[in-house]
């Protein structure tokens, strides 16, 4: 018995010894890998070596050669070059970064946090940050830069010039000779002395604007998408009523235009993207939430279905699609891919996306009644006028209360400056008004006092 116990001992012992022997074996082998390997190491991560830099440039040119036959196939199938914007647009930002792990690090995440904010568009404004709770309400002293009127007159004159700031189409087409064609027209355009509907001083040429706009009437073709699920797309009667009704008259008329419209995308100079940024808000803006990624998303996904049922988007990267749009959110929401489109905009601030040159202000105009939309509109002419301007309001934002302060409390009859009035006495005064005052206030600009002049 004693004896078969020293043998277990025994046992155990050399097991011990054994497993110990084992365990410093490895830690030799792992020691003595580590020293040999450390150098090596080293050279492959240290700054100046080319290793992890040619082998993702070995990497990037197999993605490359794949992406191009992938382009070449599509372009013998379908005949049309199609435009992968993806790989146009983070290509170079790739390979700007590609000898530097932690800056190809950063650059991911900054493109992550910038997917909304396309950099197709060459006069792409500074975009500011969205404050998630009521921005508007810190709108309470005066903007640290104004852009007056001259300046954008500048503006445009200086995009208009300078051809980099117009987006060539990826492939030529039969419409773009004609875009050419009329181009040079309007640039021989003989000059206009005088003209009995016109008043000259409102335009920058006169005799310009009037051959642009015979020449649009005689050629300009549109292509209106019929894809989009109703209300937000193609149901203009849901918004043809209040401050918003511009939207909807608009998409009404033009979607029944026989002059303009054109069944077939191939013959179009522009596309009209028709939905109403009205009913967006009402259907999808989840109340008290203070977030619109939802309505943006929602956006953003009618976009890549059009750009995957036609070639039209790809080809000017949309610069020749446009949209009307009069909810206060409109030019915030319609950033990302849809900044390079020509957005007809009622909320046109030059201070907050809107790009002089190329987006356009849209009137917009309160609609009382559908079935007389034009019922309240009308009054003397300005000659018989005896009010030189009006204003009626409430006092927000910092400009307002100044105009109110300066003008109230003087005699003068010509200037009538109010707080609050009832809606009568407000048509009577538009009336009688020569001027309309548009006061700045949460927004860029009182614009119901704009539709009864």
């Excluded at 070995?58 to 070059?81: C, I, M, P, Y």
């Excluded at 390079?340 to 046109?348: E, F, G, H, K």
């Excluded at 307002?400 to 009859?413: A, D, V, Y």
Aim: proline letters at 5%; charged letters at 25%; one cysteine or more.
């Amino acid at each position: 018995m004693d004896q078969s116990r020293v043998l277990r001992f025994i046992g155990q012992v050399e097991t011990c010894r054994v497993v110990l022997l084992m365990v410093l074996v490895v830690a030799f082998v792992s020691g003595l890998q580590y020293f040999e390997l450390s150098p090596v190491l080293l050279s492959i991560v240290s700054p100046g070596n080319s290793t992890i830099s040619e082998f993702r440039k070995s990497n990037d040119t197999t993605k490359s050669a794949e992406n191009e036959t992938f382009l070449a196939s599509q372009e013998a199938s379908t005949g049309l070059k199609p435009y992968n914007r993806t790989t146009e647009v983070l290509k170079s930002s790739e390979h700007k970064f590609l000898n530097d792990s932690h800056k190809i690090e950063a650059s991911g995440q900054r493109r992550r946090s910038n997917e909304t904010a396309s950099s197709l568009h060459p006069l792409q404004p500074k975009i500011p940050q969205i404050r998630k709770k009521y921005p508007h309400r810190s709108i309470t002293k005066p903007p640290s830069i104004v852009i007056s009127i001259k300046q954008m007159n500048n503006m445009i004159l200086k995009r208009h010039n300078d051809p980099k700031n117009s987006l060539a189409p990826l492939w030529g087409s039969k419409v773009d000779q004609e875009l050419k064609t009329a181009r040079d027209k309007i640039k021989k355009a003989a000059l206009v002395k005088k003209d009995d509907t016109l008043y000259a001083p409102l335009y920058h040429n006169i005799s310009i604007f009037k051959r642009s706009y015979e020449l649009m009437e005689q050629t300009l073709k549109v292509y209106v998408y019929s894809e989009g699920d109703r209300p937000i797309f193609h149901q203009p009667e849901a918004i043809m009523e209040g401050i918003y009704a511009s939207e909807g008259w608009f998409m009404k008329l033009m979607e029944s235009s026989h002059r303009f419209l054109t069944k077939d995308p191939t013959k179009a100079h522009l596309f009209y993207i028709p939905f109403s940024s009205r009913i967006l808000q009402q259907k999808l803006y989840v109340h008290d939430s203070h977030s619109r990624n939802n309505l943006v998303k929602y956006l953003g996904n009618y976009i890549d279905l059009i750009a995957s049922n036609y070639p039209s988007w790809n080809r000017t990267c949309g610069s020749d699609h446009f949209f009307t749009a009069c909810h206060d959110w409109a030019p915030t929401e319609t950033r990302g891919p849809y900044i390079n489109c020509i957005r007809a905009l009622c909320n046109a601030d030059v201070g907050i996306d809107f790009v002089v040159g190329k987006d356009v202000s849209l009137p917009e105009t309160k609609v009382s009644s559908l079935q007389n939309p034009n019922g309240k509109i009308g009054g003397s002419r300005p000659s018989k006028r005896t009010i030189l301007a009006f204003f009626a309001g409430s006092l927000h934002g910092y400009v307002r209360p100044i105009l109110l302060n300066q003008w109230s409390s003087r005699p003068e009859q010509d200037m009538k400056i109010f707080n609050r009035i009832d809606h009568k006495s407000y048509i009577r005064y538009m009336k009688r008004s020569r001027f309309c005052v548009c006061a700045k206030g949460y927004e860029c600009l009182c614009r119901r006092k704009r539709s009864r002049i």
